[in-house]
């Protein structure tokens, strides 16, 4: 059996986290596209697919939202350091 | 000189990227709210701090929301798993 089954506070809980869930996806996926926008552009302009100076001060800014929004910052650091990765990732395919 | 001297197109979908970045944050910390009254109510309930069932359909759940916004589902995958780890490790300090 389920914990859900016992408590039916848990379940609306869950509820609440799963359409949490489903909008940090899309929120990512408009991220994914608007980072593929920048490929292009970079690409087109002949820029460098990597700018390791926007990546720290991005890294800078979500640590400060993180602790302002009572999140672990490190957690946070890791997050968009695997976030950036894929970006660069993309941007070196382009 | 950064690039972003360069190309105001360029400057102007980065400024796009830090408002959905922002968002994000927002939205872990949000999720992490949740999942820390979800703790307390294990607790009390006397329910164990992980549940590895549920954890499995999330993970489903958040590949398919993925692949039909477009998004590598393995990249979302490993984002869940790293998040669903914080969260047990939480769960199991409280």
Same mark, same amino acid.
């Given at each position: 059996?389920?914990?859900? +089954?016992?408590?039916?506070? *848990? !379940? =609306? !809980? %869950?509820? =609440?986290?799963? @359409?949490?869930?489903? =909008?940090?996806?899309? !929120? *990512?996926?408009?991220?994914? $596209? *608007?980072?593929? =926008?920048?490929? @292009? #552009? +970079?690409? &087109?302009? $002949? #820029? &460098?697919?990597?700018?390791?100076? %926007? &990546?720290? *001060?991005?890294?800078?800014? @979500?640590?400060?939202?993180?602790?302002?929004? $009572?999140?672990?910052?490190?957690?946070?650091?890791? #997050?968009?350091?695997? !976030? #950036? +990765?894929?970006?660069? +990732?993309?941007?070196? &395919?382009?």
């Amino acid at each position: 059996m389920s914990d859900t +089954k016992i408590n039916p506070q *848990l !379940l =609306q !809980l %869950r509820d =609440q986290i799963d @359409v949490v869930d489903a =909008q940090l996806v899309n !929120l *990512l996926g408009q991220r994914f $596209g *608007l980072t593929a =926008q920048v490929g @292009v #552009l +970079k690409k &087109e302009n $002949g #820029l &460098e697919a990597r700018d390791a100076e %926007r &990546e720290r *001060l991005q890294i800078v800014k @979500v640590r400060k939202l993180a602790t302002d929004a $009572g999140v672990d910052p490190d957690f946070i650091e890791n #997050l968009f350091q695997s !976030l #950036l +990765k894929t970006v660069v +990732k993309n941007h070196q &395919e382009i």
